[in-house]
């Protein structure tokens, strides 16, 4: 059973690749997903491009697994040689977008829980959702079908992680910064110069350490990653509008973070968004001990996903490798796929 789900799978996954699926475009990829659950008597509720199942045993006194990852993509970069939307296998490599971030994932997981999905007598339910808007954060992904699901003991979050037992994960700030100056002509004197004093601001985000560091995630890191100013070559503009991304580490909160910035940085800042926290499971959890049992390392990762959006406590877990993710001719392997889903398994039989 476990290798033709792992065959169908990787179908699927083809399947996946060679439908366009941006974010906000995931109508093609929602209704894939959905012929999966049709083709396996699995019946499934969708809302918007998102779309829930439930263990065929489900029972409301018993706690819930909820198994997550998402179906959208980003767009291909400029640097890609190879057909984004072609789906093919080049030794060992299966090529294609999305094929790393999160599809891999995604196919596993949807095979992990079709395997357990006519199982009696388990010690947990199941949930499965399949989620739109992952890469742009949106507001019609994971966060929309949140009071649609049951109470969740814990999640497992399929992202890139070379099976490796991510933890932990930080929280992301995005804030806008105003350095502001004196406008004047270029020809006067001015000792205000709005981009001469965004110097001392650069250096101020470069140069300042917050107190707390994370056993998992270690210390926080402010970059700045945008910088905007001016309109012509004889004007000193008014002001320099700055981005700076922010990466939480799970010793303090968004808000505190951005309690801390306003009162020391030497400029204006506004937060885009305090919702993206940071996410993590106790390292004794049931879960992670499987998991630690059967080889498995732990590690605090730096990167963002739907955990973010969630109140339980969730594991980042899933084939591919981070690095390749948004890469020009992103690719995951096809053993990969093979032994994601046989962990997965393995792993949840420890528990369930």
């Given at each position: ?21 941006f974010?906000?475009?995931e109508?093609?990829t ?32 018993k ?42 994932c995604?196919v596993?997981?949807i ?48 992202e ?45 985000f ?37 981005v ?50 059967m ?11 739907d ?7 969730s ?6 490798d ?6 020009a ?22 528990i369930?």
């Open positions: 059973m476990i290798q033709q789900l792992t065959n169908n799978a990787i179908e699927l996954l083809q399947n996946l690749i060679a439908t366009q699926s974010s906000k475009e109508e093609g929602a209704k894939l997903i959905e012929q999966w659950f049709e083709s396996n008597e699995i019946p499934f509720e969708r809302h918007g491009y998102n779309i829930i199942a439930y263990n065929k045993y489900f029972d409301k006194s706690p819930t697994i909820l198994l997550n990852s998402h179906h959208d993509t980003v767009k291909p970069n400029s640097a890609y040689t190879k057909d984004p939307f072609h789906p093919h296998i080049e030794d060992g490599k299966l090529y294609g977008l999305g094929s790393n971030d999160a599809g891999g995604l596993s997981l095979a992990t829980f079709t395997y357990f999905y006519a199982q009696e007598n388990l010690k947990y339910n199941f949930c499965m959702t399949a989620v739109a808007e992952e890469e742009n954060s949106g507001d019609d992904g994971v966060r929309s079908i949140l009071k649609y699901l049951p109470e969740i003991e814990f999640a497992i979050v399929g890139p992680t070379l099976m490796q037992l991510a933890i932990a994960e930080k929280g992301l700030i995005v804030l806008d910064g105003i350095v502001k100056g004196t406008p004047s002509h270029a020809a006067h004197p001015n000792n205000d110069n709005s981009i001469y004093n965004t110097i001392k601001t650069l250096e101020w470069r140069d300042y350490r917050f107190d707390k560091t994370s056993e998992t995630l270690g210390d926080m890191k402010m970059t700045v990653t945008q910088i905007n100013a001016g309109s012509q070559h004889n004007v000193v503009p008014a002001h320099v509008d700055l700076i991304d922010v990466r939480v580490n799970d010793k303090y909160t968004n808000q505190e973070i951005y309690d801390i910035v306003r009162k020391n940085a030497p400029c204006e800042v506004k937060a885009r968004s305090l919702r993206l926290n940071s996410s993590s499971i106790d390292k004794n959890h049931p879960i992670v001990q499987a998991g630690i049992a080889g498995r390392e732990t590690y605090g990762s730096p990167t963002l996903s955990q973010s959006n969630l109140t339980c406590q594991l980042k877990l899933g084939p591919g981070s690095t390749r993710s948004h890469s001719n992103e690719f995951i392997y096809v053993n990969e796929i093979e032994e994601g889903i046989d962990l997965y398994i393995k792993l949840l039989n420890k369930v």
